[in-house]
């Protein structure tokens, strides 16, 4: 294989990584669980609210236990890295979770270390981890403000702060 097309071949790796990353989020939106499971590897692994391995225990977990466990849930994802090792994969995407549950807006974020494995031509998940960094109602939102702060990291004076904004 040429320079050239190992080059486009990476690309288009990359492409195709993307491109599972956010099927994923829509599957698992739609609640397609039948979907869902095929973008795992047989052996697949899937550690979030609970661990589960194996395509048939990931659909299991997700058509049994996640399907119950909001009336809605809206996956977002950015920020995505990918390592290249031939027909495998690792990479880590942060990733904004928006759900309904019990009648009661939450909000979320945390990020998905993925292990990934390229089976017949096709990419798939072998590994996917989430981290959460919080889980919260919406009601309780974010408060508070950054403290701006100068260059030096001390803390600017509001009115120099409204004078900047202004400008």
């Known amino acids: 294989m040429s320079d050239f097309e190992q080059r486009l071949r990476r690309i288009e790796d990359r492409q195709a990584i993307a491109e599972l990353r956010a099927h994923y989020c829509h599957v698992l939106d739609d609640r397609n669980w039948e979907q869902l499971a095929q973008l795992f590897t047989e052996d697949g692994e899937f ?16 058509r049994d236990t996640v399907s119950g466990i909001a009336e809605g849930f809206w996956h ?17 995407i942060s990733m904004q979770y928006l759900s309904v549950k019990k009648g009661v807006s939450y909000v979320s974020a945390g990020h998905y270390d993925d292990e990934l494995t390229r089976e017949g031509g096709i990419w798939r998940f072998r590994k996917r ?22 260059p030096e990291g001390k803390p600017l004076d509001p009115a120099l702060l409204a004078a900047e904004v202004a400008r």
């Open 76 to 92: 977002f994802c950015t920020n995505a890295t990918v390592s290249l090792d031939g027909d495998r994969a690792t990479g880590r």
């Open 129 to 150: 981890k989430i981290t959460f960094y919080y889980f919260a109602p919406l009601s309780e939102g974010f408060t508070g403000r950054p403290t701006y702060i100068t």
């Open 47 to 62: 550690q979030g609210l609970a661990h589960v391995t194996g395509r048939d225990a990931i659909l299991r977990f997700f």
